[in-house]
Structure formats: structure tokens, C-alpha cells
């Protein structure tokens, strides 16, 4: 069996998928409040941002 | 009930059936091609088997959708009326009969054929799957794509194409990916065979949900700060960062675990790639059944509060399905 400890290296394509999940949340709270979808599209170029990595990085294996 | 029409729930049984049958389809075609560079090797034996292995997961697909479809033929000609929404309108979908009856045809006839094929364990059946997986696949993807017709291409339209053959690479590969998945506790030969094809499914789903993205900025500006619309929100936050660690950390943890050199995947482990992947599908089909209703009457706690009950029943099914295959027979030319 392998150790149980939780570790979480993340590749840059991940990390921007993270901000982008975050950003969902954050406008979530940000329409609550009475504000606008910008939070939806800055998550979604984030996102967008994260494939155009994702991509380079299939390339590149 | 809760705003659900008749209408809308056949057309989510048909998006969800057919995104089920297209990405049967896709990764049963993925699985099947990988003889044709093998041919004479044992590992090509297993990559067949568990290309026919996702038949079943495909008729399902075909059965629900195909119903829900055939209800839809039924029922909404004598209901269509003109509706504002960034959904396909009554008249839309009906327009789209046209395109989608011969294909729907299509498809039953090619799924008949192959579940009543004669030889299901010789090689010219394991071959010929290949060609019905991708000409199914390809059916799968047009019919997903034309969730109504509007007689022209323009920003809506493409927006209703995106937004429909999406479906394939998330909602039903997460499908399928889970159900690997569980196929794979039969035997150890099998997590290698399965894991190692997990990073190519996980990409098409990222790719998927890019798709749906770049289809929306054809209706930018067409987002209303409804309570449903918010809650869609924080379920695409969570699928994302869910989808992260399922499809990063946890699938590297899978491939190092199954390695020659590898001890296995822990309890711990285990229990936690279960419950990514259910809350993955869970999430992907929240998504879509939220999508397919315009009137839902819920407030944002009702919502949420629904959406960690099907999780919770997810994972139950989830164990059950795990505990069936641990008990199940591997097949003959599977070594542990």
C-alpha cells in the first residue's frame, strides 16, 4: 500500500483552471451583491487562458 | 412540478442519452484503434475487450435518448409556441425533426445491427467495432449539435451547436471515465490498460467545456443574475477545481500507483477518486438538468441542498457498482 499523505503539485495549466474555478465563486458573491457578470468573463479567459497551456503542454509531450 | 415542463425533460433525457452514446462512441473508437498498432500483443486483447466492454454504456445512451427523442416527435408539435430564451424555442426544436429523425433512425439501425452481430469474441467483431464506434460517434455529434434550427447560421445557431455536441467531451466522458474506472477494479492489468488512457480523457473534457465557453461569447451580454443562473456558477467553480485534482494529482497518484515499481492505490486513495469522479458526473449532470428547465422554482439553499443529495445518492450507487465489480469474474486472459 502507498502512504496516505495528500500532496498537490499542480502544472501551470492547472493552476490557472484553480483561478478560474475561484473567479466563478467570486462572481457568484460579486452578482449577489448587485454587481455585473465581469467576474464570469475574467474566469472564462482565465479558463480559456489554461487550455492555450494545456495545449502547449500536449504539444510539447 | 418545481416549473418542469414535459418538453424540457425530454429534450434533457435526449441531451443527456446522446452525449452518453457519442462519448461511448468516441473512447470505445479510442480503445478499439489501439490493436491496429498492437495486433499480434497480448495488452491489444484487453484494449478490444474494454472497447466492447463500453457497449453497454452506449446502448443505454442510444435507449435514452432515443426515447426521449421519439416522446419529443410525439408531443411537441402540438404544444409549440414562440418563447424569448437563449434555449432552442419550441419551433426551433421542431424545425430541427427534419435533420434529426433520419439520423436518430440511422443510429438504431447501426445499434441493432452490431447487438445482434453473430461472433462477439472473434477478431473480425473487435475490427469491425472500430468502424461502428466512429461512424456512431459521428452520428452522436450531429444530432447533439442541432438541439433546434433556426434556417440560418448565425451567433445563436453556433451558439446552440457548441452548447449541444459539448455535452460528449464533458458530461458523457466524465460518464465513461467513471466507469472505467469501476471496470477497472476487476483486475491490475486492467488499471494499467485504463489509467494510462485517463490524461487523453481528462483534456477532451477541458477542451469540451472550452468549447461551451467560446460558444457563449456568441450571446455575451444574454446573462440575466437569476437565482438558478448564479447557482449554475458556483457549480461550474466547483466542477472546475474538482476537475483539477481529479484529472491532475489524483490520475499522477493512479499512474505512479499501477507502475511495475508502484504498491497500489491505498484506501485512501481509492476513496477519494471515487468521490471526485461522482462529484465530476454529479456536477456535469446538475449542469445540464438545470440548463434544460427555463422556469425551475427553487431558491439558491433548495438548490444546493438537492445538489448534495444526489451527490451523497451518487456515491452510494457509486459503491454498490464497486462492489459488484470487485466480486465479478475476470475475464480469461487477465492476470492479476
Given at each position: ?59 510539447n509531450d | 412540478m418545481f416549473g418542469i415542463e414535459l418538453t424540457e425533460l425530454l429534450l434533457f433525457g435526449k441531451q443527456v442519452g446522446i452525449a452518453l452514446a457519442g462519448a ?181 473534457v477541458w477542451f469540451g467545456l472550452a468549447f461551451d465557453f467560446a460558444s457563449a461569447l456568441f450571446i455575451i451580454g444574454g446573462f440575466a443574475p437569476t437565482t438558478k443562473m ?77 445538489y448534495l443529495a444526489f451527490i451523497i445518492l451518487a456515491y452510494a450507487g457509486h459503491k454498490v457498482v464497486e462492489w459488484y465489480q470487485h466480486r465479478k469474474q475476470a475475464p ?5
Open positions: 500500500m502507498t502512504e496516505d499523505n495528500i500532496t498537490v503539485d499542480l502544472t501551470f495549466f492547472e493552476k490557472a483552471l484553480i483561478i478560474s474555478g475561484l473567479l466563478f465563486f467570486v462572481n457568484v458573491i460579486y452578482v449577489s451583491f448587485g454587481g455585473g457578470f465581469l467576474f464570469n468573463y475574467i474566469a472564462k479567459a482565465v479558463y480559456l487562458l489554461g487550455i492555450v497551456l494545456l495545449s502547449v503542454e500536449l504539444i | 461511448a462512441a468516441l473512447w470505445g473508437f479510442v480503445f478499439s484503434r489501439k490493436d491496429f498498432h498492437c495486433s499480434t500483443e497480448k495488452p491489444c486483447v484487453i484494449y478490444d475487450w474494454i472497447a466492447v466492454q463500453l457497449l453497454p454504456l452506449f446502448v443505454s445512451g442510444v435507449g435514452i435518448g432515443s426515447l426521449s427523442y421519439f416522446g419529443l416527435l410525439v408531443t411537441l408539435p402540438a404544444s409549440a409556441h414562440e418563447g424569448i430564451s437563449y434555449v432552442p424555442t419550441n419551433p426551433e426544436v421542431v424545425r430541427s425533426f427534419e435533420i434529426l429523425t433520419p439520423l436518430f433512425l440511422l443510429l438504431l439501425v447501426a445499434t441493432v445491427i452490431i447487438l445482434f452481430a453473430p461472433g462477439k469474441k472473434s477478431n473480425t467483431f473487435a475490427e469491425s467495432i472500430t468502424y461502428f464506434y466512429v461512424g456512431t460517434f459521428l452520428i452522436s455529434f450531429f444530432i447533439s449539435s442541432f438541439p433546434g434550427w433556426r434556417e440560418a447560421f448565425d451567433s445563436q445557431q453556433i451558439f446552440y451547436i457548441g452548447h449541444g455536441f459539448h455535452s460528449i467531451f464533458t458530461l458523457g466522458s466524465v460518464i465513461v471515465l467513471d466507469y472505467l474506472f469501476l471496470l477497472s477494479k476487476r483486475a491490475h492489468i486492467l488499471k494499467e490498460h485504463i489509467f494510462a488512457v485517463f490524461p487523453t480523457i481528462s483534456a477532451a448564479l447557482f449554475m456558477q458556483t457549480v461550474i467553480g466547483i466542477l472546475i477545481i474538482n476537475g483539477v485534482l481529479l484529472s491532475g494529482p489524483l490520475v499522477r497518484k493512479m499512474l505512479a500507483a499501477i507502475k511495475p515499481d508502484g504498491d497500489g492505490l491505498s484506501k485512501t486513495w481509492e476513496t477519494i477518486a471515487g468521490l471526485a469522479g461522482v462529484i465530476s458526473i454529479t456536477s456535469w449532470t446538475t449542469i445540464t438538468f438545470v440548463d434544460s428547465f427555463e422556469h425551475l422554482s427553487l431558491s439558491y439553499l433548495e438548490y444546493v441542498g438537492l480469461e486472459f487477465v492476470h492479476n
